[in-house]
């Protein structure tokens, strides 16, 4: 079984920020499991726990970057490698001084702009691209001082997109690593994932790469790592159906050109569906799933179910009698464009101005306009008592809503392929989605609803439905819920996509070995 380094400025439970962090981990243990060795590159950052932290230091090192602030002079940043395991994986912690200080994964904290007023919440970090370079020489850097050679780096996402080039064209990574190779997963391709560098000049300060290598990765002007990875490695993105929307991009519209670039070169994009770990929202073990009643919506049994439908409702002052006649929609998740906020909202404000009665629930935070947008909506007098507006981050809260609504709500501009609608499942919340992406993998009428144009009144029109049939035929949703459900744990575990998909890809690269695209 190959030897696989994950390189990622995300890992689910210790450093969290996207569904880049349920894969990490998720994909690690799996080949963990299978008895694979597998390794996790990530930043020590300052808000890890003192328990990851605190593991055995086996590497130490200086990086050389340029400082914008200094009219891009190098820098050395002194780097530390502590090393910790955890559930039959080895994490590899990159301990700098740049890492040490940062409060978020990607973005500065409240209490970061009240120490400085230009570094807004939400905004990200002046010195991305430097962080960025860190981890991925880092990475590099670790297998020359541990003598081991990995099979594959296996990067997530434009943070760590360069590390192939590196790898094959930086003298002093490409003869003693030369065995390796690359794969890159792209887990979005939307503007603003990419990780772009503005100036090439500048890209060629922070990475080292001459500019014949540079020129590769050009894309509207910018050095987009993204592009640049393809010619020095295998790409995949997370499910197959947006991995078929990307290449057969005309324009800018789905990634900024990216897909249309890789298709007029002819660099290949797979396909591979992530998967989940359904046990820690599995509600038949509600101790660890952190909802207070269990139940199975394998058998029916949603006992349970409706006892968390009222313990939420009656914590919002619904009354339990009241709130049980009516079918209750749920959404958690980042309150973003992409995620279809906009189009919810306009569905809200139609639905609620219907007689119809329902409940809807909405968690998370995102974008400040999103946000005011639904605290208004959830002020106004219509939705007093059925529209429920709850602006933060808490997963104990959002398992609650998972596991007290009937209906779970996915309305993405495009998803590259979903994690919302997985969880909803196991929690038996049946998903209503609209058909794009990752998200056609939800089956009208058979594992939830779907619809197909990206407009509020076919999302009211769902909802419309998904109410007929609450009220009509509930028999129809007891199956969907349950074939929903049976086939999270039958086709969609880490351990099914690692053993169908991953391991033969991953076999399949190392056969082909270390290449760069002619």
Known sequence: MPLVWHVSREYAGIAEAGGVKDVVR?????????????????????????RVAAGTLVASFTLSLPDQEKGNKLFEETVRIHEARQDGVRLLLVDSPRYSALRDVYTYTAEDERENHWKKKGTGHWDFHQLNLILQRAALETALALDEIPDIFHCHDGHTAFLPALLRVDPRFAVPLRSSSAVVTIHNAGKGYHQEVWDPDFAGLLTGLPPDVLRKGLLNGSVDPLLLAGEYARLVTVSERYAEGLLAERDEEMSGGLGKALRERGIGLAGITNGIDPSPWDPRTPGRAGIPFGFDPGNGDLEGKS???????????????????TPLYAFVGRLTGQ?????????????????????????????????????????????????????????????????????????????????????????????????????????????????????????????????????????????????????????????????DSYLPLYSAVVADGPWTRK
């Not at 609620?352 to 959830?378: D, I, N, P, Q, Y």
Request: aromatic fraction near 10%.
């Open 26 to 50: 998720g994909l690690a243990e799996a080949h963990a499991r299978a008895g694979g060795a597998s390794s996790v590159v990530m930043p020590l950052y300052g808000f890890v726990s003192e």
């Open 307 to 325: 006892r968390c439908r009222q313990a939420l409702m009656e914590r919002f002052g619904v009354s339990a009698d009241r709130a049980a006649q």
């Open 339 to 499: 995620k279809g906020i906009d189009v919810l909202f306009h569905a809200l404000q139609i639905l609620l101005r219907s007689e119809t009665e329902r409940r809807f629930v909405v968690l998370g935070t995102g974008e400040k306009e999103k946000e005011s947008m639904l605290a208004w909506l959830a002020a106004a007098p219509a939705a007093a008592g059925r529209l429920v507006f709850l602006p933060r981050y808490d997963p104990a809260l959002a398992s609650l809503v998972y596991a007290a609504s009937d209906f779970f709500l996915v309305p993405s501009e495009y998803e590259p392929c979903g994690l919302t609608d997985f969880i909803a499942q196991i929690f038996g919340s049946i998903p209503v989605v609209h058909h794009v992406g990752g998200l056609v993998k939800v089956r009208d009428g058979e594992t939830g609803f779907s619809y197909r144009e990206h407009r509020p009144a076919d999302l009211v029109a769902a909802v419309e439905r998904t109410n007929r049939i609450y009220i009509e035929q509930a028999g129809i949703l007891e199956r969907i819920r349950r074939t929903g459900f049976e086939e999270i744990f039958s086709r969609h575990t880490w351990d099914r996509v690692l053993a």
